[in-house]
């Protein structure tokens, strides 16, 4: 008889929150369910805006805090309904509204609201939270923290396999199937421009399957200037977040670049998504196998069509291809790490995020 636990996800997209309920035996693992609950506009709108200095932030962040675990008790109870029967735990990611691992004082932070508390009232149930900080106290850079779990899940002997996670940023874990430890890192922006820019001129809140880039060309101009961010060229452990690929980042390019046409600066944002993912590729993992795609971005056609032209003898493919859909698995991998942190066992991995050592991830509110 295995042990269920719940994974809630809700990334740097800020559309919303995936929750899975998963089966652990032994090392085997099943997804009994999932469940996606959008944000509210008004909720995201706050999000974002947390995402930057703002007026009496210490309240407004309490507050969305508490209306986050809200949305996540509305999908932990979405999946006991489907699956009926005792859960462990629940491992709740938060909400990312700054990520600044290592800077200021050396130490730095990242910050996801949550308010775990307040979950394990509406649940019942025990919550595991705050599953970054411990990382970057160990002098790491919190970020990535799946690729344990992509290892785990998605790792073969003897074959290179490489995962890439396209949600708000993308990250990327380099399975070399052999002696060498498992890297990963955070690439660079993944949905979230394209999203900005999607909403910012057809009103919508991402663009369903590519279509709209696909209409569009690229401009070679704005996407030279837009990888000559130094973050590309940083050598790992490296990772970022909506502090350094915003708005007013794009906005910055495009002032210098007047005239250009919207549906052209979205196939651009396509492409240069694409584009660090295979370049971070090919720099450090050439002998690839096969590139799997998770995240929101893996619905993507266009970019996922860009993906693999930028990867001509790589094939890409969808980590449904090997059992485990794209939205499934952030939510899979944090339920993994709150078993982890249950199991007494570490689930960071330091050739990762630069950390001192692995550590156990979480603090634990009691049922
Ligand atoms: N059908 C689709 N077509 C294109 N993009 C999609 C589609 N579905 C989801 N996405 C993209 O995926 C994002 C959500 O991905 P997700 O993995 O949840 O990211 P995060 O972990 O950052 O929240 C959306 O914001 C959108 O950009
Ligand atoms: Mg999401």
Same mark, same amino acid.
Request: glycine share 12%.
């Given at each position: 008889m295995g042990e269920n636990y719940i994974g809630l996800m809700s990334g740097t997209s800020i559309d919303g929150v995936d929750g899975v309920l998963v089966e652990f035996d032994g090392e085997r693992m099943q997804v009994l369910a999932h469940a996606h609950r959008a944000f509210d506009p008004a909720q995201r709108a706050e999000l974002l805006a947390l995402n930057t200095p703002g007026d009496n932030e210490l309240h407004r962040a309490a507050l969305a805090a508490n209306a986050l675990a809200r949305t996540y008790a509305q999908v932990v109870t979405e999946l006991r309904k489907r699956v009926p029967g005792p859960v462990r735990a629940i491992a709740a990611h938060g909400q990312t509204v700054r990520h600044r691992p290592g800077q200021f004082d050396g130490i730095g932070y990242t910050l996801q609201l949550n308010a775990p508390a307040l979950l394990a009232e509406l649940t019942g149930i025990a919550v595991v939270a705050d599953l970054r900080s411990r990382d970057v106290a160990a002098g790491?850079?919190? $970020?990535? *923290?799946v690729p344990a779990f992509h290892r785990a899940r998605f790792g073969r002997d003897s074959e290179a396999v490489a995962v890439v996670n396209i949600g708000g940023i993308s990250n990327l874990t380099l399975l070399?199937?052999?002696a060498r430890p498992v890297r990963g890192f955070d690439c660079g922006p993944g949905n979230a421009l394209m999203d900005l820019w999607c909403l910012r001129?057809?009103? *919508?809140?991402y663009d369903d399957g590519g279509q709209w880039a696909a209409g569009g060309t690229v401009a070679p101009d704005l996407l030279a200037a837009a990888l000559r961010d130094p973050y590309f060229a940083l050598p790992p452990p490296k990772s970022t977040g909506r502090d350094d690929f915003h708005g007013a980042w794009l906005d910055g390019l495009l002032a210098e670049r007047p005239g250009l046409h919207p549906q052209d600066v979205q196939a651009t944002l396509c492409e240069l998504t694409a584009r660090v993912i295979a370049d971070d590729l090919v720099r450090h993992l050439? $002998?690839?196998t096969v590139l799997l795609v998770c995240g929101g971005? $893996? *619905?993507?056609r266009e970019l996922m069509r860009r993906l693999q032209a930028a990867l001509p003898g790589t094939p890409v493919q969808s980590s449904a291809e090997r059992g485990l859909p794209p939205l499934q698995v952030e939510a899979a991998a944090f339920a993994w790490l709150g078993r982890a942190c249950l199991h007494g066992?570490?689930?960071?991995l330091k050739e990762v995020t630069g950390a001192a050592g692995s550590r156990v991830l979480g603090a634990l509110y009691p049922a």
């Amino acid at each position: 008889m295995g042990e269920n636990y719940i994974g809630l996800m809700s990334g740097t997209s800020i559309d919303g929150v995936d929750g899975v309920l998963v089966e652990f035996d032994g090392e085997r693992m099943q997804v009994l369910a999932h469940a996606h609950r959008a944000f509210d506009p008004a909720q995201r709108a706050e999000l974002l805006a947390l995402n930057t200095p703002g007026d009496n932030e210490l309240h407004r962040a309490a507050l969305a805090a508490n209306a986050l675990a809200r949305t996540y008790a509305q999908v932990v109870t979405e999946l006991r309904k489907r699956v009926p029967g005792p859960v462990r735990a629940i491992a709740a990611h938060g909400q990312t509204v700054r990520h600044r691992p290592g800077q200021f004082d050396g130490i730095g932070y990242t910050l996801q609201l949550n308010a775990p508390a307040l979950l394990a009232e509406l649940t019942g149930i025990a919550v595991v939270a705050d599953l970054r900080s411990r990382d970057v106290a160990a002098g790491g850079q919190g $970020a990535p *923290l799946v690729p344990a779990f992509h290892r785990a899940r998605f790792g073969r002997d003897s074959e290179a396999v490489a995962v890439v996670n396209i949600g708000g940023i993308s990250n990327l874990t380099l399975l070399p199937g052999d002696a060498r430890p498992v890297r990963g890192f955070d690439c660079g922006p993944g949905n979230a421009l394209m999203d900005l820019w999607c909403l910012r001129h057809r009103g *919508l809140p991402y663009d369903d399957g590519g279509q709209w880039a696909a209409g569009g060309t690229v401009a070679p101009d704005l996407l030279a200037a837009a990888l000559r961010d130094p973050y590309f060229a940083l050598p790992p452990p490296k990772s970022t977040g909506r502090d350094d690929f915003h708005g007013a980042w794009l906005d910055g390019l495009l002032a210098e670049r007047p005239g250009l046409h919207p549906q052209d600066v979205q196939a651009t944002l396509c492409e240069l998504t694409a584009r660090v993912i295979a370049d971070d590729l090919v720099r450090h993992l050439p $002998a690839t196998t096969v590139l799997l795609v998770c995240g929101g971005g $893996a *619905l993507n056609r266009e970019l996922m069509r860009r993906l693999q032209a930028a990867l001509p003898g790589t094939p890409v493919q969808s980590s449904a291809e090997r059992g485990l859909p794209p939205l499934q698995v952030e939510a899979a991998a944090f339920a993994w790490l709150g078993r982890a942190c249950l199991h007494g066992r570490s689930g960071s991995l330091k050739e990762v995020t630069g950390a001192a050592g692995s550590r156990v991830l979480g603090a634990l509110y009691p049922a």
